[in-house]
């Protein structure tokens, strides 16, 4: 069966293929569930435990299925396939059914591909002239939309916020284009960024945890208010959630550019005596040091 577009939907970089069939789907003023009826589907969609479909979900074809979704949406293959992280993952579900019948199969797009996130609606809109919803996979180190100001949630949670509005935190965006740099650097030093972040997000996360009571913390608290519009104190335990990566994003930051500082290395390891790693108490030079790094008015030398 051949269709033949009115309108053309090109997708967007790293965006779900489920994503791009509900964008198609709102073109033309239809429900995405009345476009999915054009696949045959081997299983349900994914929901959350209370119900409710997940942002998360992703949509793996066969190669049937990739002709139909190329000539719904207009786009040549091949774009589709540089375009959507998901283009051509295999799964058994597909193998099974009638040739040549377009048949597609539910997932998760973390257990397709990796974090997914909301992507900003306002971008979406200047490239394609809608403000729909956008969904894409996207790594925690590129959360935030530096041109309007959002930190891009995850979507695989079950609350309806798509971002947090950090025009008020200069300190966010501000470490976006840092990230930039200490990503270069860690390749340059033979290391893969993602390893650097996810070291430094587990050490800030820890300290994170350790100021839950707010005892002694003042920069964190305040910027947990204003991602919450000004007052996160009706429901902080959630918006200690919500908030938590926007928040200390500067930090972690911080803390992967000073991991990747030869100084710092060759402190740590004096600091060690010479031995392998161990647990570092609040006298170390190694964490002062890391806490004037970060911010010198923190108290974070711990």
Request: with cysteine; proline share 6%; hydrophobic share 40%.
């Amino acid at each position: 069966m051949t269709h033949h577009p009115l309108l053309r939907t090109a997708p967007l970089p790293r965006e779900t293929t489920s994503s791009l069939i509900c964008r198609i789907a709102g073109g033309y003023g239809m429900e995405a569930k009345a476009l999915r009826s054009y696949w045959q589907w081997r299983n349900y969609p994914p929901g959350h435990d209370g119900g409710g479909a997940r942002a998360d979900a992703e949509v793996l074809l066969n190669t049937p299925g990739q002709q139909l979704l190329a000539s719904l949406c207009g786009v040549e293959e091949d774009v589709l396939a540089r375009a959507l992280p998901s283009w051509g993952q295999e799964d058994s579900k597909l193998s099974s059914g009638k040739d040549g019948v377009p048949a597609a199969a539910w997932r998760t797009g973390g257990a397709v591909v990796g974090p997914v996130a909301f992507g900003c609606r306002l971008c979406a809109a200047r490239r394609t002239g809608t403000v729909l919803r956008v969904v894409r996979y996207v790594p925690r180190w590129e959360r935030v939309c530096v041109r309007h100001r959002r930190w891009l949630l995850d979507a695989d949670a079950d609350q309806p916020l798509e971002y947090l509005d950090v025009r008020d935190l200069p300190g966010v965006v501000t470490a976006q284009r840092r990230w930039a740099g200490v990503a270069l650097r860690a390749v340059r030093a033979g290391t893969e960024p993602e390893r650097v972040f996810a070291l430094a997000q587990a050490v800030v996360v820890r300290w994170w945890e350790q100021a839950l009571q707010w005892e002694r913390e003042t920069i964190w608290p305040r910027r947990l208010h204003q991602v919450a519009d000004g007052d996160a104190g009706g429901d902080l335990d959630r918006w200690r959630i919500v908030g938590r990566d926007a928040v200390v994003f500067p930090e972690v930051v911080a803390v992967a550019d000073a991991l990747l500082d030869p100084a710092m290395a060759q402190l740590a390891w004096r600091a060690s005596g010479g031995t392998r790693p161990r647990v570092r108490g609040g006298d170390d030079p190694f964490c002062h040091r890391l806490g004037e790094r970060v911010d010198p008015g923190t108290g974070w030398g711990r």
